[in-house]
């Protein structure tokens, strides 16, 4: 029998004008316009949880919206004033939400370099999933993001298997995200390389 999370799960997810067909869409602010839109070229994988460690509220929401009360937990107190934000988020259920179009930048890799090359945010797109370092992701989330994942790399085929990273390959010994407990094959032997013509 198959698990309701599964049966939910969205199909066909496509790229359309720079917006995920099945994602919910919320705007933010959190955002700006990227110096060339041709050079999507990197795809950093992320987690995040409000309050760290707990999960299924609308506190990323919030935050990524600069929305976050600072008063509704201790821990917001130290975030609420900060502006930053994902492409996508995949939530435990599947739930896809997208708060920036791809072809603009949104604020997630912060201080960062990937081969040799600064300022991540410029070229790359970042996807967040709900979730923490040591906590296992969903079953739904890994086929979700290797839906959404495949379609990035459709759409932005400059974006290849070997530029797909966590936060922690761009930002070591600062960042540790997607977390000892990610599974890297899992994810890359389910994905569709894009042929080159």
């Excluded at 502006?83 to 739930?95: N, P, T």
């Excluded at 708060?99 to 201080?111: E, S, T």
């Excluded at 759409?155 to 010994?173: E, Q, S, W």
Aim: hydrophobic residues 35%; aromatic residues 8%.
């Amino acid at each position: 029998m198959s698990s309701p999370l599964l049966s939910q799960m969205p199909i066909n997810t496509r790229i359309e004008q720079h917006r995920v067909s099945t994602a919910r869409h919320i705007t933010t602010t959190h955002k700006d316009e990227r110096a060339d839109p041709q050079d999507i070229s990197l795809l950093v994988i992320h987690n995040i949880s409000l309050p760290p460690n707990q999960f299924g509220n609308n506190y990323i929401d919030d935050f990524f919206e600069g929305k976050l009360a600072a008063d509704a937990h201790p821990y917001f107190n130290e975030i609420h004033r900060m502006r930053v934000s994902a492409h996508c988020v995949i939530k435990r259920d599947g739930e896809i939400v997208q708060f920036v179009p791809f072809n603009q930048r949104a604020w997630h890799a912060g201080l960062s370099s990937f081969q040799g090359r600064s300022k991540c945010n410029d070229y790359a797109i970042g996807i967040e999933l709900e979730g923490a370092d040591h906590i296992p992701y969903t079953d739904i989330q890994y086929k979700v993001l290797t839906q959404l994942t495949n379609a990035i790399m459709q759409a932005y085929p400059k974006i290849t298997l070997g530029r797909i990273v966590g936060h922690n390959d761009i930002a070591p010994g600062r960042k540790t995200d997607p977390g000892h407990v990610f599974d890297w094959p899992r994810l890359r032997q389910s994905l569709t390389p894009v042929k080159s013509l």
